[in-house]
């Protein structure tokens, strides 16, 4: 696992988006794997300006998103495909008809977590998977637990998370939603390469067990040491805690 400490998000989208936009310019049908949050914004917003240049262009992409919220349709504000939509894929010429997502309005949620396993296998799997981190260590909405999980699930989230994302829900005046479809730990391992992206000091915690702790459920992000291409980026609070290296 490569750990690149920078001074601020605006650095870290840098190099972020440039491995993105090196990987399609490479094989123009790249598989990416994005994450929704905060912490992939800045990346989102080069590579939308790298698009409007002329320097890449994201339409034979496939596209994989992390998770969405349950009951939440695509037109809500606060869906994951709204988010994807607002802050990349609509400001892009991403075809939508490749962007796949977890539907939170599924019927029979195991059979949605059926047909997004057998969607990214038939793609060919992710080249490169985006993350973020939760303060408590999540990747996805891959929570704290007993186990690790290998394929797309429901998941109830934890008070932390909650805590952590109820602003965008109170800001419209809606109640997060308490339950969240995910990939699982195997679907984001099972990706060629993984760039995770935390900045501030509120995950600092995490970024140190991520990088310093034992591989351990309590922490879902310190698996992804046992993965042969991650690459961390950091700000200089995020890594506050981290020992010299
Ligand atoms: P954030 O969320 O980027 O909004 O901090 C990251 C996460 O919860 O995975």
């Given amino acids: ?14 190099e972020a988006a440039e491995i993105i936009i090196k990987q399609v310019n490479k094989n123009r049908g790249s598989v990416i794997g994005f994450a929704t949050g905060a912490s992939p914004v800045e990346t989102y917003k080069r590579i939308i300006e790298s698009y409007e240049k002329g320097e890449v262009s994201l339409k034979h992409i496939t596209t994989f998103n992390l998770d969405e919220y349950v009951g939440l349709s695509r037109e809500n ?39 997004y396993s057998a969607k990214i296998r038939e793609s060919g799997g992710i080249d490169i998977q985006i993350l973020g981190i939760g ?59 993984i760039i995770l992206i935390a900045t501030g000091k509120s995950k600092a915690e995490a970024i140190k067990k991520l990088v310093e702790g034992e591989v351990t459920p309590s922490c879902p992000a310190s698996i992804l040491k046992l993965h042969g291409d991650v690459t961390v980026f950091v700000d200089k609070e995020s890594a506050s805690l981290l020992g010299d290296r």
Avoid: W
Avoid at 1 to 14: P, Y
Avoid at 78 to 94: A, E, I, P, Q
Avoid at 183 to 188: C, P, V, Y
């Fill in 1 to 14: 696992m490569k750990v690149i400490v920078l001074d601020n998000a605006v650095e870290i989208s840098k």
């Fill in 135 to 193: 303060t408590n260590g999540h990747i996805g909405f891959n929570e704290p637990g007993d186990n690790f999980a290998d394929g797309p699930f429901a998941v109830k989230l934890t008070q932390s998370t909650i805590d952590a994302n109820s602003k965008y829900f109170e800001a419209v005046g809606d109640k997060m939603p308490e339950y969240a479809l995910t990939m699982g730990i195997g679907d984001i391992m099972r990706a060629k390469r």
């Fill in 77 to 115: 504000v606060n869906s994951y495909y709204y988010f994807m939509k607002d802050n990349l894929f609509g400001k892009t010429d991403v075809d939508f008809q490749k962007v796949n997502f977890l539907s939170g309005q599924a019927e029979n949620i195991e059979e949605e977590c059926a047909r």
